[in-house]
């Protein structure tokens, strides 16, 4: 019986542990896995294909909104609907997305989710919630759960008007006006967001949470939510740019006094902002959660993300203007928890795996401390102190002309950053870090040491380097053409010692040949007697030629099967692209909703229908089979869906006069 107590004891312990916010002593380093209008790059099935590109690198990728949102067309997921029954989004379906959280999991990866429970959208009307059944239990918001200051009152005029009555409550935060904001006071609230957070964590297999817009509602209930779910990680969206202000909103979340979520470090993005923008590198130095001891352990750092980045002319938001290697090489030296931006991996992945690597090298951790170690307006230096050694950053368009002390080695550099590492660590050093490239790739060794003149020996079959072995300076670069597990030592007097080793997976460069689409469009059913085309790309690029709203005015035509298409060429130029559109007529009113994610030819026939004051669109397959009847069978290839093309531009499978053929 003591034993089965002692057991109970430490096991509640353990779990009190879990649920303080974030683990401390945590060096893991996230990804967010998205940014606005990542609908391409952030598909369920394209986020799982690039895991071997991830693990190693990042421990946690933050994803949208998982479920289906009440937008008609494609969506974010900020205007959220379903919780428990429809994860049918626009990033994928649900078995897609158990597929990515499992594979993600089965790599080192825990998946962050996102959950907006500041406010939800509707079925029909202002007040009417999907009714969900989760466990046998059929969880369902009512109109009474709604905050009687909703959208300035708006909301409370439309339902006296209309027979509902709202809650007795006011919003215990800031309001919207998008949706409908819940009242967290409401027992019923409160059974159905805990409800959600227990099928997210148990179901759908995620590892923690980041709270959306938790500005719009009191901390406690962050506390209260995962003092029930007990998160790993959670993470709140206070979108504040005053350190106090934050810590404030972490304190409102302690439960018998932990703190029960981390925050995003607003006020760190800012100061690194406001560094670069200003090109005054000593302001790195200001306030912010990773730069107080008492809290670093709930920092999330970032330097952008989907809200601050820059979208198009017309969304310019507040983005980092200039040396965003420069801003993650910072934050990735520094304690906290870095959260990386996927458009900054996506360009920079090498370095960015590089500066990881560093730190995971160091064993920096989000409780490590930290020192100020150079400071000017043309430069910041800091070093965090790793379970394993030093970790010092040198950031600033002057980094690559200051001089160190003779303490410290350098151990990777890039453009206006640099990393070093104490002599007396003893070790050898590979800048270019575990993992897969593409294409042959560069990696330069250093010896790490107090001894003068000392060599490196290195392997690159996985063996454990000896004295006999291939024998370079530190400072000498080598080529990785391809795939291997490279081992390298510190040779001294003979013996070796300080081995580190990385594995690479060299693959390939497959060159991409750019291709042209045709969109047709038929709107015999709305009787338009003009057709615009606004198109743009996966990134929010405009690609149509008039780069104003309603885009380009087309009057090409073809006539098929007794049918007038109006029909556009656009070239894709990568392998990534995809273009999205929107239909009008007149000046550009009325218009159809977005149709998305076009790689291929395509038809489509606006409908009658609509969604609010934009017409539905239709994609009709018969019109591609009329198509298809009329060219030589020894013309057509086909995709294992039936479409025709006119040649095969990806990797898969193709038939040609019934014969299958693989590109690879």
């Known amino acids: 019986m003591k034993r ?34 990542s609908y391409s790059a952030s598909k369920w099935t394209k986020l799982e294909s690039s895991v071997a590109d991830f693990a190693g690198t990042f421990d946690l990728i933050w994803i949208p909104q998982s479920a289906k949102a009440a937008a008609s067309g494609q969506s974010m997921g900020y205007d959220d609907l379903y919780w428990f029954s429809n994860y049918s989004s626009s990033f994928g379906s649900e078995s897609e997305l158990r597929s990515m959280i499992q594979t993600f999991a089965a790599n080192g990866i825990g998946t962050i989710a996102d959950v907006v429970i500041n406010h939800r959208g509707n079925v029909s009307n202002w007040v009417d919630f999907p009714a969900e059944t989760y466990n046998g239990v059929t969880y369902q918001l009512v109109s009474t759960d709604i905050c009687a200051d909703d959208d300035d009152g708006a909301t409370l005029t439309w339902a006296t008007s209309n027979g509902y009555s709202l809650s007795s409550n ?42 959306d817009m938790t500005k719009g509602y009191s901390g406690s209930f962050t506390g209260l939510y995962n003092a029930s779910a007990n998160p790993t990680y959670s993470v709140g969206e206070y979108w504040d740019g005053n350190a106090a202000t934050v810590k404030n909103w972490l304190n409102a979340t302690k439960v018998d006094g932990n703190i029960m979520s981390a925050a995003f470090d607003f006020p760190f993005r800012y100061t690194v902002r406001d560094a670069i923008n200003n090109s005054n590198w000593s302001s790195l130095s200001s ?44 934050m990735l030296a520094m304690p906290g928890t870095p959260c990386v931006f996927l458009k900054h991996f996506l360009d920079y992945p090498t370095e960015i795996k590089a500066m990881v690597a560093a730190r995971k090298f160091a064993g920096v951790t989000n409780t490590s401390a930290m020192s100020k170690y150079t400071s000017s307006s043309n430069f910041y230096g800091a070093y965090s102190e790793g379970t394993n050694c030093q970790l010092l950053a040198v950031v600033g368009p002057g980094a690559a002309s200051y001089s160190v002390t003779s303490k410290w080695v350098e151990i990777l550099s890039g453009y206006h950053y640099r990393y070093f590492i104490p002599k007396t660590t003893e070790t050898a050093y590979v800048d270019l870090a575990s993992g897969t490239y593409e294409g042959s790739q560069q990696a330069t060794l250093t ?14 079959d996985g063996t454990t ?53 045709t969109v047709y469009v038929n709107t015999d059913n709305v009787s338009w007697s003009t057709v615009n085309y606004w198109c743009w790309d996966q990134d929010g690029n405009t690609v149509s030629t008039k780069t104003s709203w309603p885009g380009d005015r087309v009057t090409a035509t073809t006539t098929i099967d007794g049918k007038t298409w109006y029909y556009k060429t656009y070239t894709i130029t990568s392998e990534d692209m995809q273009l999205n559109f929107v239909f009008s007529t007149g000046s550009g009113s009325p218009q159809t909703v977005d149709c998305t994610g076009v790689t291929d030819d395509v038809y489509y026939e606006v409908s009658t229908e609509k969604s609010g004051s934009k017409y539905l669109v239709n994609v009709t397959t018969a019109i591609q089979q009329i198509v298809n009847s009329v060219r030589q069978a020894d013309e057509a290839w086909y995709t294992i869906s039936g479409q025709c093309i006119d040649r095969p531009m990806h990797k898969g499978i193709y038939i040609r006069q019934g014969k299958k053929y693989v590109f690879k």
């Not at 004295?467 to 013996?495: D, M, Q, R």
Request: with cysteine; hydrophobic share 35%.
């Open 447 to 460: 010896a790490v040491s107090a001894t003068d003149g000392a060599q490196l020996v290195y392997t690159t």
């Open 465 to 517: 380097p000896t004295a006999s072995s291939t024998t370079v300076s530190s400072g000498t670069t080598i080529g990785i053409a391809e795939s291997c597990t490279l081992t390298v030592g510190l040779l001294i007097n003979g013996t070796v010692s300080g081995v580190i080793t990385r594995e690479y997976v060299i693959e390939e460069t497959e060159a991409f040949e750019p291709y042209d689409v």
């Open 287 to 330: 306030t912010s959660l990773m730069s107080d001891a008492s809290y670093r352990r709930y920092s999330v750092t970032f330097v952008e993300n989907h809200d601050t980045e820059y979208r198009s002319s017309s969304e310019q938001q507040d983005p980092i203007k200039s040396d965003t290697l420069a801003a993650n090489a910072w």
């Open 170 to 211: 006011n919003d215990t935060g800031e309001g919207w006006s998008g949706m409908r904001d819940l009242d967290h006071n409401s027992s019923n609230v409160q059974t159905c967001v805990k409800a959600y957070l227990d099928f997210l964590l148990n179901d759908l297999g995620y590892a923690g949470f980041r709270y």
């Open 4 to 37: 089965l107590i002692t057991t109970l004891l430490t096991l509640t312990a353990t779990l009190g542990m879990m649920a303080q916010g974030w683990p401390e002593a945590y060096g893991g380093v996230m990804l967010q896995g998205f940014y606005w209008d």
